[in-house]
């Protein structure tokens, strides 16, 4: 087993939290009243689709990318992203006048590679699979000097994502249960992170797509483990594992993943349109498809991570009819 990396400080969680005022005020929590009467306890929505460039990603990237050194910023920035994270990177870069390298896979959404594109990211197109953008993303890196920012596996990238669930129990500290989605598992350990230091009895969960149960293998096994692949509606939860670091930060705090279908997950974000007019991509609507299942019921205030909102529109006219 590995050693646990250092948890940050409240400090170092509020210090982020500041710094991201720049260029990311706190997002909205708004209780949902049709959700809270269905389960029974308080429901609250965290707005990340509200996000400047439409997901939570900016705030990794923000508090990884302004930390850097000012050598290593002028060198360029280079990150592998299944979307949003690239959004993120290019936007941050953009701010701050640098050189940003996505490499994405040529089965992003087109509406993130436009986000890329309009924020001025340069971008490479590989294979689906994630370890493929990856090894492009380390050659490109290797060839040309630039500084890589990792879209989840990074401390600095968990200490951005923690601010969301700071804003979270900052606001409302009778918030004891979380649900959050899970790809590499950057907002699961960042929410971990704030929790722990904040709320730690409470309840942190771990949402998926059945066609990519990540999170449900490392649970079992104790530690990350490659699945052979991936497939899902919600394209931003696909990467093949966990990342390393991201599961040490959560394993404190993380006991349990929901798993849910394609169909569930389609009639979440038709919900999340009808009942409250938010615009969620399929990877922000897994929590709400946990709750409406009831593969999930809470026993406490609860707050859902919507996560994004880059979604595709004809999938989304599609999934809302």
């Not at 050194?69 to 640098?98: D, M, W």
């Not at 907002?187 to 969960?205: E, F, H, I, N, W």
């Not at 979440?268 to 709400?288: D, H, I, M, N």
């Amino acid at each position: 087993m590995s050693e646990s990396p250092p948890i940050p400080t409240l400090d170092d969680i509020r210090d982020a939290a500041h710094s991201l005022h720049q260029v990311a005020p706190a997002t909205p929590l708004v209780e949902t009243a049709e959700l809270s009467r269905r389960v029974g306890q308080p429901v609250f929505l965290k707005c990340e689709l509200w996000q400047p460039m439409g997901a939570f990603k900016v705030r990794g990237a923000w508090t990884a990318i302004s930390r850097l050194p000012k050598e290593a910023q002028s060198r360029g920035i280079i990150t592998h992203s299944s979307g949003n994270h690239g959004q993120a990177v290019a936007y941050v870069s953009q701010r701050l006048g640098l050189r940003a390298v996505i490499v994405m896979p040529k089965t992003a959404p087109a509406v993130k590679v436009e986000g890329v594109k309009r924020y001025g990211g340069e971008i490479i197109f590989t294979e689906a699979i994630s370890s493929a953008r990856l090894e492009k993303a380390a050659e490109k890196a290797a060839e040309e000097g630039l500084t890589m920012v990792p879209p989840y596996d990074d401390p600095n990238i968990v200490l951005g994502q923690s601010t969301a669930a700071y804003e979270v129990l900052t606001a409302h500290p009778e918030v004891s249960t979380f649900l959050v989605p899970i790809g590499g598992g950057g907002m699961l350990a960042g929410t971990s992170v704030a929790a722990s230091r904040m709320k730690p009895d409470a309840r942190v969960v771990g949402v998926e797509p059945d066609g990519a149960a990540k999170l449900t293998a490392a649970l079992a096994a104790g530690h990350p483990v490659p699945l052979e692949s991936t497939a899902s509606l919600a394209d931003g939860l696909l990467p093949l594992q966990v990342g390393r670091l991201t599961f040490e930060y959560m394993r404190s705090m993380v006991k349990e993943a929901v798993r849910v279908t394609d169909e569930e997950i389609g009639a979440a974000v038709k919900y999340l349109w009808q009942t409250q007019g938010l615009r969620v991509e399929p990877s922000g609507a897994v929590g709400v498809a946990a709750l409406l299942t009831g593969k999930l019921v809470p026993k406490s205030p609860t707050v859902v991570m919507l996560t994004g909102g880059n979604v595709d529109p004809a999938v989304f006219q599609r999934l809302v009819g």
